[in-house]
């Protein structure tokens, strides 16, 4: 069974660029959720994807958009970035109405 | 407004000895209770749960009490090992219909001392 992975790892952008980041999600699991953890806070949740639809969106703009793919992987696209946009960027998944996510390790994406 | 709540931001306690970690919540919708640990250059990891219809459960070394009319709860670690020093996060969502969508607190490190 494999986990889920993301990638980059790490990333550097600069003010005003767009970032794509990637996740697969784990074996079975049809419902992929992102996640932002800026330093020092817990992870706050950004959106959510199952049958490649948004799902549920926190309270993030619409610069954070997603997609999921037939194969229930996801990206996540941040525009426009902006310095407050330095953060670990989980992405977990989950069995639709099962709400235990399994955690990537995260993108860590520093704006500069 | 920050609807779960670790008020503690760092814990320390010796090897064998019992750590408690608190959380408070604010939303009375939530009725699932997540805890995660997370190592550094990892993802949280899935701990214990538990859904509003209990106020008890347990898992090994790993405890989870609901006190719903006081929307606490906290995890008992009994006994502590140093293999336990973690970022520890509470997490809660509402309902499990619409997959999950977790709140989670700010954390809280635990640093368990050999």
């Known amino acids: 069974e494999t986990g889920v992975t993301q990638s980059p790892t790490h990333l550097i952008k600069t003010r005003g660029q767009q970032v794509t980041l990637r996740c697969s999600s784990q074996s079975g699991h049809n419902t992929v959720s992102w996640y932002q953890q800026a330093l020092g806070q817990g992870p706050q949740f950004i959106f959510q994807?199952?049958?490649?639809?948004?799902?549920g969106r926190g309270n993030f703009p619409p610069r954070f958009s997603g997609l999921q793919f037939p194969n229930y992987s996801s990206e996540l696209n941040v525009n426009a970035l902006e310095l407050d946009d330095s953060a670990l960027y989980l992405c977990?998944?989950?069995?639709?109405?099962?709400?235990?996510?399994?955690f990537g390790s995260g993108t860590r994406l520093t704006v500069v | 407004d920050q609807q779960v709540k670790q008020n503690s931001p760092s814990l320390s306690v010796q090897e064998g000895r019992i750590s408690i970690l608190n959380c408070d919540y604010t939303?009375?919708?939530?009725?699932?209770f997540l805890w995660y640990k997370k190592y550094p250059a990892e993802g949280p990891t899935f701990l214990i749960s538990?859904?509003?219809?209990?106020d008890k459960n347990e898992d090994g070394r790993f405890t989870v009490f609901l006190n719903k009319s006081a929307k606490h709860l906290s995890l008992h670690i009994v006994p502590s090992q140093p293999g336990d020093s973690a970022v520890y996060f509470c997490a809660a969502s509402e309902g499990t219909t619409s997959g999950s969508r977790l709140t989670f607190g700010e954390g809280t490190q635990l640093t368990v001392n050999p």
């Open positions: 939303n009375s919708m939530f009725d699932y």
């Open positions: 994807y199952y049958r490649e639809e948004e799902n």
């Open positions: 538990i859904s509003s219809i209990k």
């Open positions: 977990a998944s989950s069995l639709r109405g099962r709400p235990t996510d399994t």
